[in-house]
């Protein structure tokens, strides 16, 4: 039941960041702009759901034809409806004089555009969501789940460590302008720590450590933590305070400090999740 609660509030938080109004003041109004942490949230869940569904499915040596059955149930849930509605909307772009450039339209079909241009938007530009999962997708089999299927428990948490830490170190160098976000990103931290589909990789990935973690405990079968559910729910509260509360952008938006949104909130995320799987 948590899943399909929490990922109904993602998806009315992202809605509402698209057709809402926004303003400059205002508590909710900063609910609208760090919605990436909605979206952050997804990919986690990806990764947790993935996971907790497949677990233990790729073991032993690697089965190629397993792995194709698999990408092809994953793909075919989510292409049909992203293809159909990529179409339509590139219809609606046509008629109104939008980009719909052949070239550009083929590589959004073929979830590879925002790999060569990550600020270019598809037809139906939130797609490019499915085109930061699609590698997380293929990579599932071949490495996520081998990388971290029954690993000790040291090893995870060292592992989940060590994938906070990729996007909070990039966070910081792109921040102290140590590194430049180059003209691929257009120029923008922003661009380059959520729109290209490499830097979704680690929150994917903790997903998984975060699903192999409550499932081992479960499988374990270790006794029942009454107070986890509660855990969970402070969790999500602490994360709501840090949305509401930290300092308003303005029209500083996914700007500056702003950036830490696109993925600072994720340990917590993971957390929630491994805490209301134990529940």
């Not at 339509?88 to 590879?112: E, I, N, Q, T």
């Not at 102290?176 to 257009?186: E, K, M, P, Q, T």
Request: hydrophobic letters at 55%; charged letters at 15%; glycine letters at 8%.
């Amino acid at each position: 039941p948590f899943v399909n609660g929490t990922r109904a509030l993602a998806s009315l938080w992202i809605v509402c960041q698209h057709f809402l109004p926004h303003s400059q003041e205002g508590v909710l109004v900063k609910a609208l702009w760090r919605s990436t942490a909605a979206v952050d949230y997804f990919v986690i869940l990806s990764g947790f759901v993935t996971h907790w569904a497949a677990r233990g499915r790729f073991a032993g040596a690697l089965d190629l034809g397993a792995c194709k059955r698999w990408w092809a149930r994953r793909f075919g849930r989510v292409l049909l409806s992203c293809w159909l509605a990529m179409a339509f909307s590139a219809a609606l772009l046509k008629a109104s004089g939008g980009d719909v450039a052949p070239g550009h339209v083929a590589r959004c079909f073929l979830l590879v555009e925002s790999w060569r241009d990550p600020n270019r938007w598809c037809p139906d530009g939130q797609t490019w969501t499915v085109a930061a999962l699609a590698p997380c997708w293929l990579l599932y089999p071949l490495l996520f789940h081998r990388a971290f299927f029954e690993r000790r428990r040291a090893a995870l948490l060292l592992s989940a460590a060590g994938l906070v830490a990729l996007p909070a170190a990039a966070a910081c160098l792109l921040l102290s302008n140590r590194v430049a976000a180059g003209a691929l990103f257009r120029r923008s931290p922003h661009v380059a720590l959520y729109l290209w589909p490499p830097s979704q990789l680690p929150d994917f990935a903790l997903g998984v450590v975060a699903a192999e973690l409550a499932a081992a405990r479960v499988a374990e079968q270790a006794p029942r933590r009454t107070g986890a559910g509660l855990r969970a729910d402070a969790v999500a509260l602490v994360v709501a305070a840090i949305v509401l509360f930290a300092p308003n952008p303005g029209l500083r938006y996914r700007l500056g400090e702003e950036i830490w949104f696109d993925h600072g909130l994720g340990p917590l995320l993971a957390l929630f999740l491994y805490l209301a799987a134990r529940d």
